[in-house]
């Protein structure tokens, strides 16, 4: 949701000559009113003290609460007839109808990417600047967005708001609790690559995975002209080529990694930690990629099928074959 500190921010209106005396000593944005800076200066601290007694969702600010009450019908001046979710006034429900007619008014004039609202087009503008307002008082780690900056306070205070309710693990954002059942509590698997026939829990692990056959790169570096298939491949080219970005470096053997997780699961096999362990069998290993790859072979699950007759294979080398053989070739 976006602040009135936000609308009022001179970055976002250049052509608007009211004099803005309040600067916040965070990302020296200006306003008009003290009551706007202290409203935007939430937007550094993640902090949210007004809380939902219908469904227990935090805001930064009362009046966001009192706006997210509409939500609930406790107030209902304005109804979508697609949804049926209120609004507290005609405009915000204009909005939302984009939601249901596809309209994006709003079009960046850089790359021609449309937004149905003014303020995603100027946190995607952002994208291209490289600006990025919002910094983390800890870490002084920057953001483009506001919203990123309060996921990112969850890395200090380490908190997990969104609670898996099959296995009460939690996660510092609904994606990724989403993310977790889809994975781990549920074996359906819709999305088959038609090239090998592997198949998918999501459209976006598919969409990664075509990468291998098509042999695309859509990462590219803005320093010189190379492209990688994967974002480490970007991250680690940005720290060896032009020193951009932080090494995390291991203090028992001085090895360099791109990624903190990597260097996490490094560490274990330094100390012999191997906190994965098979629920059917004593085996256990220092990553979950190594269990899940371990798991396969006690279960009767045949993750490879042909795209072509739609037979299965416990295997990736085995529908393979099967394409060479009956099919003529892999495409």
């Known amino acids: ?38 409203g935007h200066k939430v937007s550094h601290t993640g902090e949210k003290l007004y809380s939902c007694t219908q469904c227990g ?5 009362q009046r966001y609460l009192r706006s997210h009450m509409y939500v609930h019908g406790t107030k209902c001046s304005y109804k979508c007839p697609e949804c049926g979710r209120c609004f507290r006034d005609k405009h915000n429900l204009m909005i939302h109808q984009r939601i ?21 087009l100027v946190v995607h503008s952002r994208s291209h600047s490289g600006e990025k307002p919002y910094k983390c008082h800890l870490c002084d780690k920057a953001f483009s967005h506001p919203k990123t ?16 309710s099959l296995c009460n693990k939690s996660f510092t954002t ?37 990468y ?8 590219s570096c803005r320093h010189c002209s190379d492209r990688f298939t994967w974002q480490y491949q970007l991250r680690t080219h940005l720290l060896k080529s032009h020193n951009e970005g932080t090494w995390f470096t291991c203090d028992i053997c001085q090895k360099n990694f791109g990624q903190s997780g990597n260097l996490k699961e490094h560490l274990r096999r330094h100390e012999g930690v191997k906190p994965y362990v098979c629920s059917e069998c004593p085996k256990s290993f220092c990553t979950a990629g190594g269990l899940k790859i371990h798991q396969i072979t006690h279960l009767d699950v045949k993750h490879f099928c ?7 294979y416990k295997h990736k080398q085995y529908v393979l074959i099967h394409f060479r053989r009956h099919h003529g070739t892999v495409a």
């Open 212 to 219: 291998i056959h098509t042999g695309a790169k859509p990462y």
């Open 57 to 61: 969702k935090s805001f930064a600010l």
């Open 1 to 38: 949701m976006k602040s009135e500190a936000d609308s009022n921010d001179i970055t976002e209106h250049p052509h608007d000559d009211k004099p803005r005396p309040y600067v916040c000593t965070v990302c020296d944005k200006r306003f008009t009113e003290k009551r706007k800076l202290n």
């Open 174 to 210: 609904s994606s990724k609790m989403r993310i977790h059942t889809r994975h781990v509590h549920s074996n359906r698997r819709p999305y088959d690559c038609r090239y090998c026939g592997k198949l998918f829990k999501s459209c976006q692990g598919l969409k990664v995975h075509v």
């Open 100 to 120: 249901h007619s596809g309209e994006k008014p709003f079009e960046c004039t850089i790359c021609s990417k449309r937004f149905n609202i003014s303020h995603d």
């Open 306 to 312: 042909c795209g072509f007759c739609g037979k299965c």
């Open 149 to 164: 900056v309060t996921v990112h306070m969850r890395v200090h205070t380490g908190e997990k708001p969104y609670k898996c």
